[in-house]
T-cell receptor, first 114, second 111 residues
């Protein structure tokens, strides 16, 4: 595996379900990100982890809970979601070094909340 | 005023034409400017990365930054059907690991 991988690629869940999205990067990076991409809206940054520490929480509802056990893995735990949470959830990684803003994206998880 | 403005399109041009994609922004602190390409059902991939003002060329792609006008452009020469995708502009300030994205422009190159 190379680059940034995400599983599952597609997920359909009910509003009472609990599920998790997984992201893994094979680039030796130290920073990882979760983004939400909805139709006709810009990419929305949700969370940033740098050297496993959460450095950004962009006013995301508590029904989204991130976890970063090490610099290669990032999870997004989902519970009691709403239909408006249906979107493409993208993971990205970067070196985490000052001045290096290049982010590499995974293919995303297409989430549908019924 | 939104931080980054980008016309969502869609933009349809014939194969071989020169394509011009643009974004405007309001935050004068932005120093890093990027263009990402996103194919359907895929994540964005970085196409061009520039720092401050000026031009950068890579094959058929040229990125221009005009900080005085707060305006960035991406030109695609000799456009191909394989260039059909959504193009997202993105930018960030010095020392900030947050990137602000435009909405993306859907581009169709007609064979």
């Amino acid at each position: 595996e190379t680059g940034v991988t995400q599983t599952p690629r597609h997920l359909v869940m009910g509003m009472t379900n609990k599920k998790s999205l997984k992201c893994e990067q094979h680039l030796g990076h130290n920073a990882m990100y979760w983004y939400k991409q909805s139709a006709k809206k810009p990419l929305e940054l949700m969370f940033v982890y740098n050297f496993k520490e959460q450095t950004e929480n962009n006013s995301v509802p508590s029904r989204f809970s991130p976890e970063c056990p090490n610099s290669s893995h990032l999870f997004l735990h989902l519970h009691t979601l709403q239909p408006e949470d249906s979107a493409l959830y993208l993971c990205a990684s970067s070196s985490g070094l000052a001045g290096d803003n290049e982010q590499f994206f995974g293919p995303g998880t297409r989430l549908t909340v019924l | 005023q939104k931080e980054v403005e980008q016309d969502p399109g869609p933009l349809s041009v014939p194969e071989g034409a020169i394509v011009s994609l643009n974004c405007t922004y309001s935050n004068s602190a932005f120093q890093y400017f990027m263009w990402y390409r996103q194919y359907s059902r895929k994540g964005p991939e970085l196409l061009m990365y520039t720092y401050s003002s000026g031009n950068k060329e890579d094959g058929r792609f040229t990125a221009q930054v005009d900080k005085s006008s707060k305006y960035i452009s991406l030109f695609i020469r000799d456009s191909q059907p394989s260039d059909s995708a959504t193009y997202l502009c993105a930018m960030s300030a010095m020392g900030d690991d947050k990137i602000i994205f435009g909405k993306g422009t859907r581009l169709h190159i007609l064979p």
